[in-house]
């Protein structure tokens, strides 16, 4: 596609529900990222793909956060029993190609985001 | 870990007016380091990134950056802004020769006054 999206745009919650938010990445990109974005802060890493194989989920803040790649093209991430403290926009991240390229690296191109509002 | 620190959360400019925006980092290891734009409701958009080399970077809408080793770092500079400049901006390192994971700034929001 012309570019990295995501869906839903925004998503309301209530307290408790499961969401799950959809990534688009560009056709052919190997690498994924997906990103947490607080209000007013900067984006905070949360997993990275590279294909289908999922090579750091560091930055998940908890198991009720889970990402999955089946495929290695549409990325999905879930979040269960929603609370308040995850209210955010959600970015996703591709490039490409394979980022272990010694001396270089490539570009990220990111998607609109999702705004997620857990009330 | 790394870590940025973007001093100013926000910046008004005049119309015409040249403007800095200041990162400095901190690694232990060689860094790679970006410059991200944000526009409402919008991605994230690249607008320069140092991997190696030149110390002066350019970017994209005649933004440019220099990166000082000795002071760590990385400020964003135009001399001449528009009001299309109004946007947030983030500075972002990552370690150098790593698969991209990025630690980013909270962002200066830049704001172009007519």
């Known amino acids: 596609g012309a570019g990295v999206s995501q869906s839903p745009r925004y998503k309301v919650a209530k307290r408790g529900q499961d969401v799950a938010l959809r990534c688009d990445p560009i056709?052919?990109?190997?690498?994924l990222f997906w990103y947490q974005q607080a209000l007013g802060q900067g984006p905070e890493f949360l997993t990275y793909?590279?294909?289908?194989?999922?090579?750091?989920k560091s930055g998940l803040p908890s198991d009720r956060f889970f990402a999955e790649r089946p495929e290695g093209s549409v990325s999905t991430l879930k979040i269960q029993r929603t609370q308040q403290e995850d209210s955010a926009v959600y970015l996703c991240?591709?490039?490409?190609?394979?980022?272990?390229?010694?001396?270089?690296?490539?570009?990220?191109?990111f998607g609109p985001g999702t705004r997620l509002t857990v009330l | 870990a790394q870590s940025v620190t973007q001093l100013d959360s926000q910046v008004p400019v005049f119309e015409e007016a040249p403007v800095e925006l200041r990162c400095n980092y901190s690694?232990?290891?060689?860094?790679?380091l970006f410059w991200y734009v944000q526009y409402p409701n919008q991605g994230l958009q690249l607008l320069l990134k140092?991997?190696?080399?030149?110390?002066l970077v350019k970017g994209i809408n005649g933004f440019e950056a220099e990166f000082n080793k000795s002071q760590t770092s990385f400020h964003l500079r135009k001399p001449s802004v528009h009001i299309s400049d109004t946007a947030e901006y983030f500075c972002a390192v990552g370690i150098a020769g790593g698969y991209q994971k990025v630690t980013f700034g909270t962002g200066t929001k830049l704001q172009v006054i007519p």
């Open positions: 793909f590279q294909n289908e194989a999922q090579l750091d």
């Open positions: 991240a591709s490039s490409s190609p394979p980022p272990r390229t010694s001396g270089s690296t490539d570009t990220q191109y």
């Open positions: 690694s232990s290891v060689s860094v790679y």
């Open positions: 140092y991997l190696s080399g030149s110390t």
């Open positions: 056709s052919g990109h190997v690498s």
